[in-house]
């Protein structure tokens, strides 16, 4: 009798180069519950499919050439593939978290729109980000003297060096410590105002990253960072999760006591092909979010850090415009 808990998914999996065959891929399903756990669609056979209970009713798809990794670590479902058009692709739970085609659009952004409405940040803390792309961008700023990054997962850590380099390369800097562990537990050991920015990149608030959306680890983050100091979290869908977006606006007006602000961005591969973040300020020095202080100089940034292929001070000033739906919603409620 056959088990059900296996699913025959006929895409390619990755060989020897010289091994030419087709092969199926078995799938281990735990309690044959979900057969779409890692997102290959038995639908449309050689596809992934994003399927989940946070995008009901729509599932964006990508063609797959090759799986190239697939594992399963203590918190998730880990796979990398490599995709018709967007390059390699990097999925944990069923949920893509990079494309190396169009990554630079919610790293750069996650990381400019703090740390260039700031002058001279010296202490930067990243919470998640464990591909790494965040910290590459953050090493752009020659005044970060100290990266932080804590990251729950290793195997996230160590796929992304093996597989996306030119992300991972974040972790060459030397400025970069990182620290495998809870982002919460490692919140509540810093010293109060620690870092003058702390960017929160992490994945949809089901799961791991569940907690870095909640109310306390929002009050953790403010007691680590200085006066004036500023936070930059990833905060959803104004097309999918309104109401996500509305809990953090008002979490964090109750608990940041200078800006509180709603950027978004456009990121093709992303439920809803955009997403956005929260950006606030604790009470000292105010922040202006939408006006850049601390552009980017590209001759002054690391030569060997990559160029931006993304941000400018033009879209940063131009994420914070929100349409007139979500604008009603959240706009009178952030500043
Ligand atoms: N819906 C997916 C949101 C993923 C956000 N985090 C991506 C991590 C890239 N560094």
């Known amino acids: 009798m056959a088990d059900e ?3 025959e998914s006929p895409v390619k999996r990755q060989r020897d180069d010289d091994e030419e065959n087709e092969v199926s891929v078995s799938m281990d399903v735990e309690g044959g519950k979900d057969p779409l756990s890692n997102g290959l669609s038995s639908v449309i056979p050689g596809w992934f499919s994003e399927i989940s209970s ?9 063609k797959v050439e090759k799986i190239l990794f697939q594992g399963k670590s203590e918190y998730q479902n880990v796979m990398v593939f490599q995709s018709s058009t967007y390059g390699k692709v990097l999925v944990l739970d069923g949920v893509i978290q990079l494309t190396e085609r169009d990554e630079c659009a919610y790293q750069e952004m996650i990381t400019h729109l703090p740390l260039c409405s700031i002058p001279n940040p010296k202490k930067v803390l990243v919470i998640g980000g464990g ?32 597989y996306f380099p030119d992300v991972a390369v974040g972790y060459d800097d030397p400025r970069v410590t990182l620290h495998i562990g809870d982002g919460v537990a490692f919140l509540k050991e810093v010293p109060e105002g620690t870092y003058d920015a702390v960017i929160v990149d992490s994945s949809d608030p089901i799961g791991p990253a569940q907690e870095l959306f909640e109310k306390p680890f929002f009050s953790s983050v403010a007691k680590a960072l200085r006066p004036g100091g500023v936070v930059c979290t990833q905060a959803e869908s104004i097309w999918l999760h309104m109401d996500i977006i509305e809990d953090i606006v008002a979490n964090c007006r109750q608990i940041f006591k200078g800006s509180v602000n709603y950027a978004w961005t456009t990121v093709p591969t992303y439920p809803s092909g955009m997403i956005g973040f929260m950006l606030c300020s604790t009470e000292g020095p105010p922040v202006d979010f939408k006006h850049p202080v601390n552009p980017i ?22 994420a914070f ?15």
């Open 321 to 335: 415009c929100l349409p007139s739906f979500a604008k009603r919603k959240i706009g009178s409620k952030a500043n």
């Open 297 to 318: 100089d590209e001759n002054e940034s690391q030569k060997s850090v990559r160029p931006l292929k993304f941000y400018n001070s033009e879209i940063h000033t131009a």
């Open 5 to 7: 808990s296996v699913v």
């Open 54 to 62: 946070m995008w009901p009713g729509e599932a964006h798809s990508l």
């Open 131 to 162: 591909d790494g792309g965040v910290i590459r961008e953050v090493a752009h700023h020659s005044s970060v003297e100290k990266i932080d990054i804590c990251e729950i997962d290793k195997m996230v850590v160590d796929v992304s060096k093996q």
